[in-house]
């Protein structure tokens, strides 16, 4: 994907009970244009318009998680594990017993201690799923807009314009693509050292 898209990774896990009631949440969900969906369905129903696989190597998938900016997840811990590894905070649907998707609803009291804990993003509802990936959509297109002004920008004026950048506006990404940036204008772009964020007031992450 190029700096200006969006990279959501899905995965199922390999149980071999069906989760189609995550792929009609994904389905269902008004997908702007420049997000590139990875979906792993396993022996679920495809995602019409993604880039569906229902399998893949554990080596592969790690590659699509590092790769992208928000990853939804099933709720075992596994593939749970694997994102926070990876820096993500992963947004969690646990399989359901009364819609056959797993043998019991171990997956419900996991997932909800993690979420206590923040570990998580806990989603239960369609309409849920759609505004937490919306407002991923929203934070990568203000970092669109903000490696726009950066090209615009030389080394110095970069350092500082960032360290205004809120802490919610994903920086990894951020930075990634301003190093791009810096790259197309400078021999040296490993000499560009990067301010602290200015710390939030608190409680700003909880609203």
Same mark, same amino acid.
């Given at each position: 994907m190029d700096g200006a898209g969006l990279s959501i990774a899905v995965s199922v896990g390999s149980d071999h009970h069906r989760f189609d009631r995550l792929m009609d949440w994904l389905t269902d969900w008004d997908r702007p244009d420049h997000v590139h969906l990875k979906v792993q369905h396993g022996t679920s129903h495809t995602v019409p318009g993604a880039s569906n696989v229902a399998f893949l190597p554990h080596s592969e998938l790690m590659a699509w998680m590092s790769e992208s900016d928000a990853v939804v997840l099933q709720g075992g811990p596994g593939g749970i594990i694997e994102a926070l590894r990876l820096?993500?905070?992963?947004?969690?649907?646990?399989?359901?017993?009364?819609?056959?998707?797993?043998?019991?609803?171990?997956?419900?009291?996991?997932?909800?201690?993690?979420?206590?804990?923040?570990?998580?993003?806990?989603?239960?509802?369609?309409?849920?799923? $759609?505004?937490? &990936?919306?407002? @991923?959509?929203? *934070?990568?297109? +203000?970092?669109?807009?903000?490696?726009?002004? #950066? =090209?615009? !920008?030389?080394?110095?004026?970069? $350092?500082?314009? &960032?360290?205004? @950048?809120?802490? *919610?506006?994903? +920086?990894?990404?951020?930075?990634?693509?301003? #190093? =791009?940036? !810096?790259?197309?204008?400078?021999?040296?772009?490993?000499?560009?050292?990067?301010?602290?964020?200015?710390?939030?007031r608190a409680g700003a992450d909880a609203q």
């Open positions: 820096g993500h905070r992963p947004l969690v649907i646990p399989r359901l017993s009364e819609f056959s998707e797993v043998v019991d609803d171990h997956q419900v009291a996991f997932t909800g201690r993690l979420a206590v804990r923040r570990m998580v993003t806990l989603i239960e509802s369609p309409q849920q799923l $759609a505004d937490h &990936l919306n407002g @991923v959509t929203a *934070r990568q297109r +203000r970092v669109i807009d903000l490696s726009s002004e #950066l =090209e615009s !920008l030389g080394p110095l004026g970069v $350092a500082s314009r &960032l360290s205004s @950048v809120p802490e *919610r506006i994903p +920086r990894k990404r951020t930075r990634r693509r301003v #190093l =791009e940036l !810096l790259h197309q204008r400078d021999s040296r772009p490993q000499d560009i050292s990067f301010p602290e964020p200015r710390q939030e």
